[in-house]
């Protein structure tokens, strides 16, 4: 079974930078994977997305300061924030790229932006 830890949270002043990590076990390599975030109070939202291994698509709130990217030997999954924003605060997860069945949810990883 896929396991899926996120870590590399914390809290950061409004146009600093973080580093989230998803580190995965129970299978080889990922192609398909993305990054969501939960806000207190709303629904979970998809931030980033990795098809074929290498595409990445961003929603259009971080587009031009997150950056997805995959470390398969290290079985690795990370985004980096760039120049964040109080609006990027919220619990940060990884999981399989929407059209593919997800997998179990891990804790994620709680990221607080102050202004």
């Known amino acids: 079974q896929v396991q899926l830890v996120e870590s590399g949270g914390g809290l950061v002043q409004a146009g600093g930078s973080l580093r989230l990590s998803c580190v995965y076990s129970?299978?080889?390599?990922?192609?398909?994977i993305a990054w969501y975030r939960q806000a207190p109070g709303k629904q979970r939202d998809l931030v980033a997305s990795i098809t074929d291994g290498y595409t990445t698509k961003y929603a259009d709130s971080v587009k031009g300061r997150f950056i997805a990217s995959i470390d398969n030997p290290k079985r690795t999954v990370y985004l980096q924030m760039n120049s964040v924003k109080p609006d990027d605060t919220a619990v940060y997860y990884c999981n399989a790229t929407p059209g593919f069945s997800p997998y179990s949810w891990g804790q994620g990883t709680q990221v607080i932006v102050s202004s």
């Open positions: 129970a299978i080889s390599r990922f192609r398909n």
